[in-house]
């Protein structure tokens, strides 16, 4: 009302100036708008870059070796022959064996926290673990290479050469001289590295778990053991496979630590003692050694191959937390 | 009582014990890989370390280049992602928080927060490196600012949501236009949560070694040319790890420890502060 009173008394030239800032407001308004939704929109098309990019920067090795470069095991810069089979190979058994390790020990882990902690100690517990995550790859792959290698060398691998000698199987994938370096310890350590995720997911589905559910167990007499495996877990499965799977996309697509330890072999071997490579452990060794087009085109290709991957396995992740974040919510 | 009871206690003591354990071992890697680090690198520690340049194998040197290098591409890589990562998170939080948009740009947010790093690498290598015909300190800062966004976007659209309405209805009631309304109140109630995604961001970008081996390479001398390629402490460690030399190896024990140091103070701290915010 009262500004209608003031508009009429307003004189001309107040009258412009309160055009001029309202004006000036809305350009800003506009403005910091458009700003914001291009921001947002550039990541959009920094995925679409990403994998426009990857494809251009692979059809050299696609027109030379077609759909044969994931079939063929051979690696000869000389002769410009490549192959992806051995780094596909290598992959994916350092990320099972990390697996392996990290989902029965980072789901412990998440248990320990939720049910079994002292309460004082959750937070520094698991700020400790989440520490675990922080520390930089190449600081694992350090100190896999100067501490832990020699370390599985002298006092671990021998003992399970000589232990499983006899067993059909078992010889095969503990056999060869015990290296140190191979595909046993990056599988160990990509073990530790993913283990953090793992455990925070977990415990933060398991904190989804509606207390009622879990006193009406302890309330019937199941043990704390019994609440955590018959109630607590087949209400947060899926939360719990996306911590998995998101864990599992960080063991494939890790480079440094296994660069320093997986012993850089395009070679496929029975055993798990042996070196060998992964898909990035090659692109990290061997990019700017990389002469000629043929050969740059195989390593972005690879490149390629191991962003797919990651992908699918990601989003998958993605989507089933999302289905227990909406659970959580409603 | 029957063995019923006496299995199920057992399988519970069995149970809980190896969760016992399997804390124990997370905790007990933690320990070992810091307590190695400070037993190999304090060793090196000197101020040589941090007043000449890295040397070549068999004389004395220090790690002030690599150190530098880290410097000034974290700086640049932190000052172009951050306003891109925190303006796209300011419009899924703020203009779209209910388009479609949103959501597809929260779910390919969340794959570029894990894809390989060394993928990134190669992205800048074929979009920067290979168009300019040279590795540079220039691609190097740019492919750290591609792993800076989507830290920062996720930390920004979070703490943007946790933002009561009330302060937004409060401040466009007295007609501040919407833009003034996020920049004033919004961006200043969340403001410790958008710093804390910024030291996350760092944190996460000091010790990323895949993605600078083949854009910004390494340098063995002092050189501030960001058109040249340029020395950065992981990817020195990384070299000298790998060298058969005594010297080049402690120096990379010691890059170890001063990188780990660093991150994990700026995530502690980076805790702390969201800590304190939620507490609040």
Redesign the interface.
Known sequence: MSDFALTGMQSGAAKTERARVLAK??F??A???R???S??F???I??G??IL??I??SIPAIRAFGFGFLASQSWNPVTDNFGALPAVYGTVVTSSIAMLVAV??????A???T???PHPLRRP?G???E??A??????????G???LAPFLQQHVQPALISIFAGAPGLSTLFAGPPYGIGMLTAGLILG?MV??FI?SISRDVFDTVPPVLKEAASGVGC????V??HVVLPYTKTGVIGGVM?GL??A?????AV??VIGNAHKISGSLLAPGTTI?AT??NE??EAVGDVYTSA??EL?LI??II??FV??GA?LLLLRIESKAGA | MSSLYYRRRNANAVATTLCWGAAAFGLAWLVMILGALVVEGVKGLSLDVFTQNTPPPGSAGGLLNAIMGSLIMTVIGVAIGTPLGMLAGTYMAEYGRYSKLTVVIRFINDILLSAPSIVIGLFVYEVLVAQMKHFSAVAGAAALSILVIPVVLRTTEDMLLLVPGALREASSALGMPRSYMIQRVAYRAAKSGLVTGVLLAVARVSGETAPLLFTSLNNQFWSLDLNAPMASLPVVIFQFALSPYKDWQQLAWTGALLVTAMVLALSIFARALSRQRTTK
């Not at chain 1, 029965?104 to 882990?109: A, D, H, K, M, Q």
């Not at chain 1, 922080?134 to 100190?143: D, K, N, Q, R, V």
């Not at chain 1, 043990?223 to 019994?226: A, F, L």
């Open positions: 407001l809305s800003h308004d403005f910091f708008r700003v914001t939704f921001a947002a550039t990541v959009l920094l995925l870059g990403v990019s990857l251009e920067g029965p020990v980072g789901i412990g882990v248990v320990f926290l049910e079994l902690c517990i700020m400790a673990i520490l675990l922080g520390i930089p790859s190449i600081i694992y792959g350090i100190w290479l100067f501490i530790v283990l953090p455990a043990t704390t053991w019994e955590m495996r998101l996309g960080r494939l697509g890790e480079t440094m660069t320093f990035s692109i990290a990019f700017t390593l972005v490149g191991l962003f990651t992908f990601l989003a993605r």
